[in-house]
């Protein structure tokens, strides 16, 4: 519930003002549909209206276009080429935000505070500070009103997705509209991001090749999120180095992504490539950014681990045991076959006990892309299909992790990194850890 002393609550004048100003950058690639443009056309005008419009629209955009299953293919393109770096805001709004969140004697807090942002993005950006004790910082704000701003555009992104479902009604995004808003409330929320930290920094406790930032709690709020700055160079610089050492970067990000999920039921959301940084000789990964977390039900694990197995065991009664567990609705033999289409994508490289590459001769960007126009050929026969709504966030981090692993160009035998993760899965032993692991760090 918002506080009503918080003058940057979800203001009902701060969002018709944000729906105006969106309204007005879309009304055009909506005219154009009226006005019956191409498919190419009208994807080309969405994403510029959408580049005009930036904050949580734009990013909700650049993440369903991640998603492969989720939207036409030419608007899928398009949003890919959208660009999340925003320019940083100035000195005086640091200084009022500071100010508002720490109090008028802020700059005291830190021995040094740069005035210049490190980094800047849809809802917020960072600044490198140094505390009394000596450490490196980094300090997360937030940007104004971006609580009234997620709510305005998820309203229009429920007109944009109603659009693309009058053009192509293969998939209803209706679960998906719910999930993708709840994730973006909750990324708002730096003291729940500060939690979901903790909660990483537990899981990977017995990784000490994988880091992750210390929060300092005394100079965070809601807005402002304050933290040991990590440093390291991020995934891009490696990819010329040796293939023992894109290995090794291969084999860390497996371990961070899927050892959470299948001991914890939680994913790290955002598979962006800025969000991982490597120290010297790429010994330590570092994770970043702790918006986007995914916590799921236990039994969405129980389908996860159960379609492995059954996809393993070419056992077809345990592969549609594990839909219905994820809860698809009039499953038939032909819905059947289309899910499995795409999940002998996902799970391939992990039901291959060899070592191989995620995916032969495939560009990063086009990971995933042809699988997903034959299942929504096949789908397009069967009526719209309503995805739950936990397969946004599981498919669009698989999707990125694959990538990842594409620009590395990496050599592992994933199969058997991931029958070890597995081994002793058990969905109540699940049910325990992550019970247990949220209770410690207050979520």
């Excluded at 019956?36 to 419009?53: T, V």
């Excluded at 940083?88 to 500071?98: A, E, I, L, T």
């Excluded at 698989?398 to 990842?404: M, P």
Aim: glycine letters at 8%.
């Amino acid at each position: 519930m918002s506080d009503p002393a918080d003058p940057e609550r979800n203001r009902i004048t701060a969002r018709i003002g944000r729906v105006a100003k969106v309204g007005a950058n879309i009304s055009g690639a909506v005219g154009a549909r009226m006005m019956g443009a191409d498919q190419a056309a009208l994807a080309r005008a969405m994403r510029e209206a959408l580049g005009r419009s930036k904050g949580p629209l734009m990013k909700v955009a650049q993440l369903l276009s991640t998603i492969p299953d989720m939207l036409p293919q030419a608007y899928a393109e398009e949003f890919r080429k959208l660009q999340s770096n925003a320019p940083s805001m100035g000195w005086p709004f640091v200084q009022r935000r500071m100010r508002a969140e720490l109090g008028e004697d802020w700059q005291s807090r830190f021995a040094a505070f740069e005035h210049e942002a490190a980094a800047a993005a849809s809802l917020g950006q960072v600044h490198r500070a140094t505390a009394h004790d000596g450490r490196a910082l980094a300090c997360k704000l937030q940007y104004p009103d971006m609580a009234s701003a997620v709510e305005a555009d998820l309203g229009q992104l429920k007109t944009l997705l109603g659009l693309f479902k009058a053009m192509d009604g293969t998939i209803d995004s209706s679960e998906a509209i719910l999930e993708v808003g709840e994730r973006l409330r909750e990324e708002l929320d730096y003291a729940r991001e500060l939690k979901h930290m903790r909660l990483f920094a537990a899981m990977l406790a017995d990784e000490p090749r994988i880091n992750t930032p210390e929060p300092i709690e005394a100079l965070s709020t809601r807005r402002l999120l304050t933290m040991t700055w990590l440093e390291g160079r991020g995934l891009m610089h490696w990819l010329e180095e040796s293939q023992e050492t894109r290995n090794r970067i291969a084999e860390l990000l497996f371990k961070a992504w899927w050892g959470p999920m299948t001991h914890y039921g939680v994913i790290h959301g955002d598979p962006h490539l800025g969000n991982y940084a490597l120290t010297e000789n790429a010994e330590r990964l570092h994770l970043l950014d702790f918006g986007c977390v995914r916590i799921f039900p236990p039994r969405f694990l129980d389908g996860v681990v159960g379609l492995y197995r059954g996809l393993k065991a070419e056992d077809r009664d345990q592969i549609t045991h594990a839909y219905e567990v994820w809860g698809f609705k009039n499953l038939n033999a032909e819905l059947i076959d289309a899910l499995t289409l795409w999940a002998r994508f996902i799970y391939g490289p992990l039901l291959d006990e060899r070592v191989r590459t995620i995916a032969d001769d495939v560009p990063a960007a086009e990971y995933g892309r042809r699988e997903a126009m034959e299942v929504r050929r096949r789908l397009k026969t069967l009526g719209p299909v309503t995805v739950p709504r936990e397969f946004v966030f599981m498919d669009r981090a698989a999707i990125g992790l694959g990538a990842a692993f594409l620009h590395l160009r990496a050599e592992l035998n994933f199969g058997a990194m991931f029958a070890a993760s597995v081994e002793d899965f058990s969905t109540e032993a699940l049910a325990a850890r992550q019970t247990d692991a949220l209770a410690r760090v207050g979520l």
